[in-house]
Structures are given as C-alpha cells and as structure tokens.
C-alpha cells in the first residue's frame, strides 16, 4: 500500500528539512515546497493527502494559499503560525483549516495531529452504515451529506462536527466535548473556533432563519442537532 503523502509548503529551508526528515522517519512520503507562488500548482500535481502549510511564504501568503486551495483541495490542511492569537485561529478555520500549530513545533505534537486528522480524513472507509434524517443524510463511507437533497461541499473539520452532532441527535454536545472529540489529543481548543464551525456548518445548510436551522444553540451548555 502506497505511503501517506504529504505536502510541506515552508520558506525556512531548515525547518522543512528537519520537518520531512521527522516524518519520513515516521513512515510518511514527502514534498516540500518552499514559495507560495507555486504552492498552488504543486498541491494539483502532488495531490497529498495532507497539507502542512506555512502563513509567512514569499510570492502567495498562507492565507491565500488555504482559501483558493479548498476550491479543488478537500484533504486536512495543518496550518503552521507564529501567532497563537484566537483571532488567527478564528480566520484560519474561516479559510478552510483543519488545524494549527504555534511555532515553534513539536515534533511528536506534530505527528500526533496529523495522525488524528488522517484518521479523520479516512474515516468514509470504515464501511458505517447510511445515516438518514427526516432532511439531513449522510454517507461515511464516502463523507457524503446531503441536506434537502442538495450535496454540501464541507471541509474535514466541518464534516466531523456535523457527524458527531448527527450521532448524537437530540442530545446536547458541549463545547469542550466538541474540542476533545475534533482534536483527538488533550490541547486547548478555544469555544470560540467551535462557533465559527458551526457557523460555517449553517451558512452552507443555507438555514440563518432561526426557525428553519437543525443546530440548536443551547445557551451556556453547547449544541444539539434536531431531527424535524
């Protein structure tokens, strides 16, 4: 069976060399690139089944990078930032990122998230059965939704999300159970980035009219997804 490949688009020579030697020592197939000006070009080519991307490139940011890749890329985006601010966490999730981490990186912090967001990513293999709602359904074995009958194009991390709330309609699914079942590993994952999937989720359910949306905000307790 071919190796996981995975793409790194890094400016720091250093630091995508010591990066893919980590992972190929863990059993990865590699590519780096180091200018975001052909990045784009390079994820079409290589088509990896993860993306390690860099914010600070030369020629395209990372930034754009991520928001034009999810036009044609639909496979885990880890974002690497100097900046642990929330609100950069926030905009990275509005453009498509599935992850992050803080500079400087560890090696086995890194290793542990790609490894949770491949399992993520290959979970439609697992052969689960259809799961069907009165207007939401949902295909795991190819990540397929469908609302109303209208496929939704949604990342990884927005899929996740909706499937654990769909697993567990008419319950209420907090914030922080949320963070420990999308991380896969114990790491502060802010309430607020859990908003913005959920809104990311209802903008593309099309349903910002309170009385049509199937995601119910529950008041200092969290989510629940409603079958009517």
């Known amino acids: 069976m071919p190796s996981t490949r995975i793409l790194i688009v890094e400016d720091d020579h250093e630091i995508a060399r010591l990066t893919a030697m980590y992972l190929n020592g863990e059993g990865y197939q590699t590519k780096i690139i180091n200018d975001g000006a052909i990045a784009l070009t390079a994820i079409k080519q290589y088509q990896p ?6 914010l600070m490139l030369p020629g395209l940011s990372g930034r754009d990078i991520c928001a034009q890749a999810r036009v044609f890329f639909n496979e885990p985006i880890l974002v690497l930032t100097a ?3 929330e609100l950069t966490e926030v905009s990275l999730l509005k453009l498509g990122a599935d992850d992050y981490l803080t500079k400087p990186v560890r090696p086995h912090i890194m290793a542990a998230r790609i490894t949770a967001l491949l399992r993520r990513s290959n979970r439609q ?3 689960s059965e259809t799961i069907q709602l009165k ?3 949902i295909d795991p074995r190819k ?3 469908e609302f109303r009958g209208k496929t939704l194009e949604l990342t990884d991390s927005e899929y996740d999300l909706l ?3 769909t697993k567990n309609v008419g319950v209420v699914i907090s914030r922080e159970e949320c963070c420990q079942q999308l991380r896969g590993i114990d790491h502060g994952f802010s ?3 859990i908003d913005m999937r959920i809104s990311g989720l209802r903008k593309k359910l099309n349903i910002d009219d309170s009385t049509q949306k199937i995601i119910k905000t529950i008041r200092y307790k969290g989510y629940m997804l409603i079958n009517e």
């Not at 089944?49 to 860099?54: A, G, T």
Request: aromatic share 0%; glycine share 4%; net charge negative.
């Open 49 to 54: 089944d993860l993306l390690i991307l860099d």
């Open 83 to 85: 900046s642990d601010d």
């Open 125 to 127: 293999q697992n052969g």
């Open 135 to 137: 207007r939401l359904k």
């Open 143 to 145: 990540q397929h939704v």
């Open 163 to 165: 499937l654990l709330l």
């Open 191 to 193: 309430d607020r980035s």
